[in-house]
């Protein structure tokens, strides 16, 4: 049986659902891993991450080759835009899509080529017709912050073109282990198959790890070297405590499996609730979050969220003005967005 223990001090609001983090706790033995680690706080990290990356190997049918561990997908973002983005070519991201990946383009010094969605998700044709030879095409897959997914064949047909063309495709798959399997399909296959294409994985989300700050790439060996060179700056770029969690973590599969099916009932119970409200337009997601549209401003239903002690997110910055994304909890931080947005909603039409 596994526990779930939420920890909460006064100071928290009481239902933080604005970041997409798990609600949900991490694995009890990630966490005693973690204290474990206490008594080694002294020496540095393992550079090379190899324990870690050998459980990833061993798990997705890959070589270590394949592999490297950066501190969240966000440093990996950083490091594919560092090490792969070339100025002639340029890189290719999603308009009103999860800013890590432009924000990664532009600190590389790199110009992005934005491409509007098409149905709530990267448009693969556009993406297909603007690659060029060193071009590097970063897809958020499950999208975020929109929840859907793209199907197999529009995958496989970007690693085709991506590989006809001597292009990169980056697939962020920072929300994937939530998603049952006939909802997604990871881009992994064509990893193994020698594709040119890099899958990022996070330790954020389901694992529920996100204040330790790990995540990973794979990717066909000479990619990953490529990436490797750059991440070899930054030697002990993820700390100990954190690969030992993460370590710990990917070898409890039950406590992943617990933690999908409470994110999957939570998400669709919440989704169900919302179709019932006349004032929610809504998507369904097979992520830990749902995108909400409203018929306010976005800013002013979550600021007053925030008043009733629930964080929500304002996509507003994203390119959403009316829409909030708010993330799956546990029971009882359901229970207060639920709670506060039929305040927040009768304050609003009362005017
Ligand atoms: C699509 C996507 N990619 C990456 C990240 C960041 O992941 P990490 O915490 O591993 O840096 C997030 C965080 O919300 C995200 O939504």
Redesign the pocket.
Known sequence: MVSMQVIASPSDPIARLN???SGFGCSPRARQAALDEADRLNRYPDAAAARLVAAIAGRENLTPNHVIV????????LISALALVDPSAGAIVGDR??P??VNAVRAARQSPIILPLRDLRMDTEASASAMRSRSVVYI?NP???TGVALDPAEIEYLARVAHQRGAVLVI?E??IEFTDPDEATSAITHVRAGLPVIV?R????IHGL?GL???YAMTRPDICERMRRLKDVLVFNVNRVALAAAEASLADAEFTDVVRGHTRTAVRSFEAWLTTQPWAEVNPSVTNFTLVKLPWPAHVVSERLAVHGVLVRDLTDMGWPDHVRISAGHADEMDSIRTALEKVAQELETG
């Open positions: 970041l997409s983090e950066g501190n969240g997908i966000d440093e990996l973002l899509t999860y890590g990946h958020c999208h975020n912050p962020d920072a929300y990022l996070t330790f954020s989300k996100a700050r790990c995540g």
